[in-house]
């Protein structure tokens, strides 16, 4: 095989990719594209091994999360973006091994933080549902 061959054949291969939209191995997923393994999602596009979430892309093992983009063991999330190994995040970006997060971005191994900031568990729910009031979420 030339260099030139090669070329091709991964170009043509990846066009086929791309028109590729059936799901593989899912249960109960509505409205998805290019998912594998995973149950009752919905909307979500390359979602791999994940159950219970929406609207979310390109994820792999999360569940019960929505509006989720490149996002890795994330559980209970909401509207992040490469995050990884987190949970009960909200519009969070980059964090990693979080939990309790709404706001927060590049974090790894924090709870209770609301836009980078440390919070006592009372007052960070307090703090979120008067955020979430006001930015109606």
Do not use: W
């Not at 979500?44 to 093992?61: F, G, I, L, P």
């Not at 990884?84 to 974090?107: E, P």
Request: aromatic share 8%.
């Amino acid at each position: 095989m030339t260099p030139g061959q090669f070329e091709e054949r991964l170009r043509e291969l990846v066009t086929r990719h791309a028109q590729t939209t059936a799901n593989t191995g899912c249960l109960a997923c509505e409205r998805c594209e290019r998912c594998t393994d995973s149950t009752f999602l919905k909307d979500c596009r390359n979602v791999a091994r994940s159950h219970y979430c929406t609207s979310s892309t390109d994820c792999a093992d999360c569940t019960h999360s929505s509006e989720l983009r490149g996002c890795v063991a994330c559980s209970h999330c909401e509207r992040c973006e490469r995050c990884t190994s987190s949970a009960y995040l909200v519009r969070s970006v980059d964090c990693s091994g979080c939990t309790y997060c709404f706001g927060c971005v590049g974090l790894s191994k924090k709870d209770f933080h609301i836009l980078n900031e440390p919070y006592e568990r009372q007052e960070y729910f307090a703090k979120v549902a008067e955020l979430r009031r006001a930015l109606r979420i």
